[in-house]
């Protein structure tokens, strides 16, 4: 069932509870502005939004991925395997300036977050993959020493769930190592549904499946750092995750196909294991006779997965009968390398250059029985993709303004075929992406800021490999291996006034993907799967705005959205603008006592082929310090019980209104307890391969 985790994530990571320049750039030079209430710190610079965690609420939430759900803008998909950023799509995750993926946001203690930055403007030295940034930054001390934090968090949604981790770190000289682990037993349940209409065929039908998924995971890594001197150093990393799931569905389905009409109700059971390992060394040295620096790294990841399915058909009340069994595997070997050089001149220029190369190999064997037609099918079907990569930028300052010029160049090759079968998909493609921006400091408290930049977002591996999975006998969702990137252009000025900004962009996508519907009809199938629709224009209109008053901090995230997607295929409804909005207060109380009330949602969205419904949701957490290292916070997320969103849309002659149940009323007490304390973090890492996300 594995297609059923990547549709629920892909669908609801548009809506909020789902789903660059670095501060060492020469841009943005306009003196940060910081708004520190009794309980957290806020600094807004050039429309950016950067938190201070270790003076907040939030340095006692359980883990990584719940503190960034916590934050404006950004959203954790229900099955906590994607980020996306409200008007941005799926950022770059980096932690101290080193990219990361999902994996590497388990295996990061909050207790080692100092501070989270929200960055909207990547510079072309970043990949090309991401419209935005979440830069993590590490606390860093001066002294020797050992640090054990114990974390345990028990969560109540429908179901109990459970997290235990423990995370270590020992620095000893010029020698630093790390260790975690973490155990989590899941319980999510999941439902969602579509009332369709395929009026050519004279079909109607409607769906309603929900299951509950008993989940063991572990999370683990081990790193070492080592200061050769004081211009060298190297890493190495091993990090992975692994699960195992038992998921039990169940389908109520009404059909009319003609003059038949059946009520079916089918019965299913899947079990899926899946690991995940992620493994790079890095080398680091700075030539300071030329003021310059040098990075070198290889990396190797791996990912594996393994399901079976069965399900039986109960037709209009009679008995339950085999329907179907699905064995499908797939896995996926990356390897990659990278090179950076960047040097500094006297006159406060700045030249970066670099080159990047991976290599990527994906097997899929899907082995499909259907009793009810006596049908059997073995496929297996192989990709394989080369990515090369290369930029070139130039930064500095002139007159007070700020500038940056840049060019990054990407060529693809992509391979596919079935086994036995011809070529099915050969692609070798060569794409630009300049980026620039100008920083204009007005006065001593107005700054405008222009942006431009062209960014790619690729499909995961898995999406773009084979791959079906039955909802009953008249749907199924299915991968796509002819799913071409999205190419996006996107221009913004943003105008800060002291602690509080206004921002203006529009964007441009082409190839957007988004879901939509093939229709088999010799099997009176109808096909769910991800395909490129023609395009997507957008105009995002953003307020941020921070007050504070003694023991009340507040911080308000408004945007005014008017966004469009057409495709031939579709029927292209109304387009009106609508809101997303973000309300975080924060209350210091007596006794170590802190109250948080957060607040956001979307009004009902209008998009061209989609319309999309309204949402609100309340978080609450109280936290108690007891002595300096036992801390315990209660956390009560989705207050008002709101698990519906909906979506409407006509694709290919179907007519679908869909709906979607999320698993997202919590009640959870977290207890945190850390033992020593290590006072210099020298470690560093940096992630090589730049399309490590799509390892899914």
């Not at 259907?370 to 080369?386: G, M, P, R, T, V």
Request: aromatic share 14%.
């Amino acid at each position: 069932m594995k297609i059923r985790l990547v549709v629920l994530t892909v669908l609801l990571a548009s809506y909020p509870s789902f789903a660059q320049k670095t501060e060492n750039d020469t841009l943005n030079q306009m003196e940060e502005v910081v708004i520190e209430g009794n309980t957290k710190t806020f600094i807004y610079k050039n429309g950016n939004v950067k938190i201070d965690i270790a003076n907040s609420i939030h340095k006692t939430v359980s883990n990584t991925l719940d503190l960034l759900s916590r934050l404006p803008k950004i959203q954790i998909s229900p099955d906590r395997e994607k980020i996306t950023v409200i008007g941005k799509g799926t950022p770059l995750v980096y932690i101290d300036n080193q990219k990361v993926e999902m994996n590497d946001l388990n295996a990061l203690s909050v207790e080692d977050i100092k501070t989270i930055e929200i960055i909207d403007n990547p510079s072309s030295k970043y990949e090309a993959e991401g419209r935005s940034v979440i830069l993590i930054t590490r606390k860093r001390n001066k002294k020797e020493g050992y640090q054990l934090t114990f974390l345990e968090t028990a969560a109540f949604k429908k179901n109990f769930n459970n997290y235990v981790g423990l995370n270590s770190s020992f620095k000893l000289s010029k020698t630093e190592f790390k260790a975690n682990f973490n155990y989590n037993k899941l319980n999510p349940w999941e439902s969602n549904g579509s009332d369709y209409k395929i009026p050519a065929n004279n079909i109607q039908s409607d769906y309603r499946v929900a299951g509950y998924t008993n989940r063991d995971k572990y999370v683990y890594g081990v790193s070492v750092y080592h200061k050769i001197n004081e211009e060298e150093d190297f890493s190495f990393t091993a990090n992975g995750t692994s699960k195992n799931d038992d998921f039990d569905f169940s389908t109520k389905t009404n059909s009319k196909i003609g003059e038949e009409q059946n009520r079916i109700r089918t019965l299913g059971k899947s079990k899926e294991y899946e690991n995940f390992i992620n493994s790079f060394l890095n080398y680091n040295k700075k030539i300071t006779s030329w003021e310059a620096s040098l990075f070198a790294g290889l990396q190797y990841s791996n990912y594996n997965s393994e399901s079976f399915t069965s399900a039986l058909n109960n037709y209009n009340e009679t008995s339950y009968e085999p329907f179907q069994q699905t064995q499908d595997g797939f896995n996926v070997n990356v390897f990659s390398g990278r090179i950076d050089f960047e040097k500094k001149f006297k006159n406060e220029m700045k030249w970066e250059t670099g080159a990047q190369y991976s290599s990527a190999i994906a097997h899929t064997d899907l082995d499909i029985k259907n009793f009810e037609q006596d049908l059997a099918s073995n496929s297996k079907y192989q990709l394989k993709e080369k990515n090369t990569a290369a930029y070139a930028q130039l930064s500095g300052t002139l007159m007070k303004i700020s500038w940056m010029a840049g060019v990054r160049a990407e060529n693809t090759k992509i391979f596919g075929r079935y086994e036995g079968e011809p070529v099915s998909v050969d692609k070798d493609y060569t794409t630009l992406f300049p980026k620039a921006q100008l920083s204009i400091p007005i006065d001593s408290t107005k700054t405008l800021n222009l942006n431009y930049g062209r960014s790619i977002s690729r499909p995961d591996y898995s999406s773009t490999s084979q791959g079906l999975t039955y909802i009953n006998p008249y749907f199924a969702f299915a991968t796509n291996i002819n799913l071409n990137p999205s190419i996006t252009s996107e221009i913004a000025a943003n105008l800060q006034y002291r602690d509080k900004s206004v921002k203006l962009s529009y964007y441009e996508n082409s190839n957007v993907i988004n879901y939509g519907f093939l229709y088999n009809e010799p099997q009176n199938l109808l096909i769910y799967r991800p395909q490129n629709f023609e395009k997507e224009t957008g105009y995002n209109l953003e307020f941020l705005l921070p007050f504070s008053s003694n023991f009340w901090s507040s911080n308000n995230t408004v945007s005014f959205i008017l966004n469009k997607i057409e495709d031939t295929s579709a029927v292209i409804g109304d387009t009106k603008p609508y809101a997303y909005y973000y309300s975080n207060h924060v209350f210091k109380l007596k006794n170590e006592l802190q109250f948080s009330l957060t607040g956001w949602g979307l009004t009902s969205r209008n998009e061209g082929v989609f319309q999309r419904n309204s949402y609100f949701q309340l978080d609450l957490a109280a936290s108690k310090t007891f002595i300096k290292n036992l801390s315990c916070t209660v956390n009560y997320n989705n207050v008002f019980r709101n698990r519906t969103f909906t979506e409407n849309f006509e694709v290919s002659n179907v007519r679908s209104n869909a709906i979607f149940f999320v698993d997202n009323c919590e009640f959870s007490i977290a207890i945190r307890y850390t033992l020593g304390k290590i006072k210099d973090s020298i470690y560093k890492e940096k992630e090589v391969n730049e399309n490590s996300g799509r390892i899914k």
